[in-house]
């Protein structure tokens, strides 16, 4: 059995792993459980998997978890969170934003396989992070759908074996599903509401995610995301929009093969992949029909209906912190789209104002990304002011 952290265990990424270790029974001993809310939720999870360690968001409900748990220690705090994060072999990390990074370093410097969900933390310390890749025996295997993809295409073009093979890939192409507002003009989208924006045409998830797919800034943080994990320049990745998502993102190569992955849209493959690999999972989470599906449609991302992906290409190209800047601001603006203070067309020109507005530092250690992170959210919150909805 392989021992299994699982941070943000009552969230959606949380929950569906728990679905994947229930399906393989005998392949993952779960030794520590995390999470910030749902505390009566957590509980019941660790009655069910007996982890050794359970961490609460709140330092105050500790006490009270103790008593439901009297076999596992419960603790609270970022120690606390660390040590869950490197306490099994594997570690998922199912944190929701910006709150993810301590996971992701935590579980890369014990030298532990990180089965990242939290995309935040590796798009907003770059390179940070990329230090902490460099610890003998840590691993990073995406749970993101599209990036999951692109590491099983680019192990199909024996990227991952041969020496310099990564010269060999022309482009990386990640699909969009388009989200719900997919075909409609800027005009259009002025008086979406929360719930309109919520309704994700293919894929379950959290709300954050579910709005940054409404606004493409999903993708576009994607898109930095896969800078970041196969260090390809931004010219070389682009996004197509593909309304079905079953092909979840493309490898082409020098000689004009692409290579595909294709599966129905469940997250539950892409956790299965990032917790059993090199091997696969046995369960499958459905499988495509082919007589069934009859199509795929792939078409141009709308830059003008969707200015955030530009956005992203632009602080990914920047560099340094204006991904981590571009990342709290989004946080911010989408929280207050969320609350119904500020319209959705309102998101992109708050980022847009916070951008234009960043004087780019160095992102050369946890320190400086913590502190452009918070600048960048006092920013966008007086930003965010300008939109408030009478
Ligand atoms: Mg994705």
């Known amino acids: 059995m392989v021992s299994l952290s699982l941070l943000g265990s009552t969230g959606s990424i949380g929950l569906q792993t728990l679905d994947v270790v229930r399906a393989e029974p005998g392949a993952w001993d779960v030794v520590a459980l995390g999470a910030g809310r749902s505390i009566g939720h957590l509980v019941a999870q660790a ?50 934003g910006f709150a993810g990074l301590p996971v992701t370093l935590a579980a890369l410097e014990a030298g532990r396989r990180l089965a990242l969900a939290n995309k935040e933390s590796l798009i907003a310390a770059g390179p940070v992070v990329q230090q ?76 954050k995610i579910t709005v940054d797919s409404s606004t493409l800034m999903n993708k576009g943080l994607e898109v930095i995301e896969a800078h970041e994990l196969f260090g390809l320049g931004y010219d070389r990745i682009e996004v197509v929009v593909h309304p079905q998502s079953v092909v979840h993102s493309m490898v082409e190569y020098s000689d004009g093969a692409t290579i595909a992955q294709l599966s129905l849209p469940d ?25 069934e599906l009859r199509r795929l449609d792939f078409e141009p991302p709308d830059a003008e209906a969707f200015p955030c992906l530009d956005l992203a290409y632009t602080a990914g190209r920047m560099g340094e912190t204006a991904p981590a800047l571009l990342n709290a601001a989004n946080e911010v603006a989408v929280q207050a789209f969320l609350d119904e203070r500020i319209r959705w067309t309102a ?44």
Request: charged content about 25%; aromatic content about 4%.
């Open 132 to 207: 902490a890749r460099l610890t003998p025996g840590a691993e990073l295997l995406p749970v993101d759908s599209e990036h999951c993809a692109v590491h099983q295409c680019l192990r199909a073009g024996d990227v991952f074996t041969a020496r310099a093979a990564m010269e060999r890939v022309h482009r990386i192409v990640l699909t969009a599903s388009g989200g719900p507002f997919r075909g409609r003009r800027r005009s259009e989208l002025a008086e979406v509401t929360v719930e309109d924006a919520l309704a994700h045409p293919t894929w379950s998830m959290g709300p």
């Open 267 to 291: 997250m539950r493959m892409c956790i299965g992949y990032a917790l059993a690999y090199p091997d696969r999972i046995a369960t499958p989470f459905g499988r495509i029909d082919w007589a």
């Open 47 to 96: 009655q069910e998997f007996h982890p050794r360690l359970v961490v609460v968001g709140d330092p105050e409900r500790v006490h009270e978890v103790q008593e439901a748990l009297p076999g596992a220690a419960v603790a609270s705090g970022p120690s606390a969170l660390s040590e869950a994060a490197a306490m099994g072999e594997v570690a998922v990390n199912g944190v929701v």
């Open 347 to 390: 998101i992109p020109e708050i980022l847009e104002a916070v951008l234009t507005d960043h004087d780019n530092t160095t992102a050369d250690s946890l320190e400086a990304v913590m502190e452009v992170d918070g600048k960048a959210r006092a920013a966008a919150a007086h930003v965010v002011r300008r939109f408030d909805r009478e």
